[in-house]
Each structure stands twice: as structure tokens, then as C-alpha cells.
């Protein structure tokens, strides 16, 4: 795979070199345009630098719906479930962990009751 060169913001590039999956669950999917059930999957750009924050905030600016349901300021709210390769996230990443070659994400509601 050829990597690709992205525009960043002050007129640099990237290489990019693969993706990082971000599987949006159940609930979810209602704010990346699903129905709310089953899952959809974004192939998001990784590239020197990508972080678990980057990923997420790339993915929320297309889906105005997602982020205002996944962030809180600066942090992550707390009805959307971060999981990075199956683990919570904070167990073993944080959102500034750098992202790499085999990673994915995914983003699951929280479910309460009892």
C-alpha cells in the first residue's frame, strides 16, 4: 500500500501509512447516521502522531450528532464507552496513547439499570 499525503492544518503533510478502525456499536450508530442498532465501521487515516484523542476528534468533526455526545470539553463524556483493541479505555491507553499498525476502537453506550 502506497501511503497517501493529507493536508494538515498549517499546510504541512502526513504520510499516511494504513487505517485505524472505529466501530460504532448499537445506540451509537444513531450518531454516525445509523438506526441505532447493529454497528457501523470508519476506516480513520493513521499516520505519525495518531492519537486514541485524534482518531475520536477527526471522526466527531464529520458527525456534529457524535460529538456533541462523545465529548464533554476537552474529555470524554460519560454515556459512550471507549475501548481501545477490547480494553476500557485508561486501562491500558489514554486518550493522548499513540496509535499503531493493528489498533482499533470502538465506541459502545453505556448501559444502566439493574
Same mark, same amino acid.
Given at each position: 500500500m502506497q501511503p497517501k499525503e493529507l493536508p494538515t492544518p498549517v499546510g504541512r503533510s502526513w504520510r499516511v501509512s494504513g487505517t485505524v478502525p472505529v466501530e460504532v456499536v448499537a445506540w451509537v450508530t444513531k450518531f454516525v447516521g445509523g438506526d441505532g442498532s447493529g454497528r457501523r465501521v470508519f476506516e480513520e487515516p493513521l499516520h505519525t502522531g495518531t492519537t486514541v484523542r485524534s482518531v475520536l476528534a477527526g471522526l466527531s468533526a464529520r458527525y456534529p450528532a457524535l460529538h456533541e455526545a462523545?465529548?464533554?470539553?476537552?474529555?470524554?463524556?460519560?454515556?459512550?464507552?471507549?475501548?481501545?483493541?477490547?480494553?476500557?479505555?485508561? +486501562?491500558?491507553?489514554?486518550?493522548?496513547?499513540? +496509535?499503531?499498525?493493528?489498533?482499533?476502537?470502538?465506541?459502545?453506550?453505556?448501559?444502566?439499570?439493574?
Open positions: 462523545l465529548w464533554h470539553g476537552d474529555a470524554l463524556g460519560e454515556h459512550i464507552e471507549v475501548l481501545v483493541n477490547d480494553a476500557v479505555l485508561d +486501562l491500558h491507553h489514554t486518550l493522548d496513547s499513540p +496509535l499503531g499498525p493493528g489498533d482499533r476502537i470502538t465506541l459502545l453506550g453505556q448501559f444502566t439499570g439493574g
